[in-house]
């Protein structure tokens, strides 16, 4: 099946700088990326997503990319804010994003 | 986007008691899931609820653990049966994901079994 790695599992940086996350994925029929965000106490919220065929998507200060070859795609966030402080999740999944297999979680914490 | 309400937000409960948590989705929806996740880990998908017929369970996963109901298109409950302390998770309903619609969370049901 498929196997999703996510790093690193804890990341601070201060306010305004950006965060990069990362994560690898096994399977090369996955063609669905999606990051979610979950803070204490919520479920995941889903932030930004990019399919197999396209290679980077923006949203304001978030961004994503994907390199389809070498089977990993990325997470940055620019500009951090305190309020971006939270876990972050990458997912693949090759049928429908509710059978996604997850990354493990990155704690980000962003120092005022 | 869709709005999920479930309940209860947390329980305590004892060894061998069952537990059945109520999951609402604001619109009808195709594909409902369950995951569990447990403290400062990632997701785990239970199973999905299939409207009409009975859920599909994922590898590990059993229908006498964990009885699935999903009546209609914006309704479904998880039962946690006969608990044990290793059953303490938070359990997650989430809707959407079919084809090119996003996966909508609720805010989860945080549960401890003594």
């Known amino acids: 099946g498929e196997n999703v790695e996510q790093h690193p599992s804890t990341l601070s940086v201060q306010e305004g700088d950006s965060a990069v996350i990362k994560c690898t994925y096994s399977d090369s029929a996955s063609n669905y990326f999606p990051w979610y965000k979950q803070e204490l106490g919520k479920g995941p919220q889903l932030i930004i997503d990019?399919?197999?065929?396209?290679g980077e998507k923006k949203d304001q200060r978030i961004a994503v990319t994907l390199n389809k070859t070498a089977k990993h795609f990325s997470l940055h966030i620019t500009e951090t804010q305190p309020e971006d402080s939270a876990v972050y999740f990458c997912a693949a999944s090759k049928t429908n994003a509710g059978k996604s297999t997850f990354g493990d979680g990155t704690t980000l914490t962003v120092k005022p | 986007s869709a709005v999920i309400s479930q309940k209860p937000s947390r329980d305590i409960c004892q060894r061998g008691t069952s537990l059945t948590i109520q999951c609402q989705v604001d619109s009808q929806v195709t594909m409902m899931f369950w995951y569990r996740q447990q403290p400062g880990q990632s997701l785990t998908l239970i199973a999905t609820a299939n409207q009409g017929s009975e859920a599909t369970y994922e590898s590990g996963f059993v229908i006498d653990k964990f009885p699935i109901s999903r009546p209609n298109l914006t309704f479904s409950t998880l039962t946690v049966s006969n608990m044990s302390p290793e059953d303490s998770s938070i359990y997650l309903c989430s809707a959407g994901g079919d084809r090119d619609e996003k996966l909508f969370f609720g805010s989860g049901t945080q549960l401890s079994v003594l």
């Open positions: 990019i399919r197999s065929n396209v």
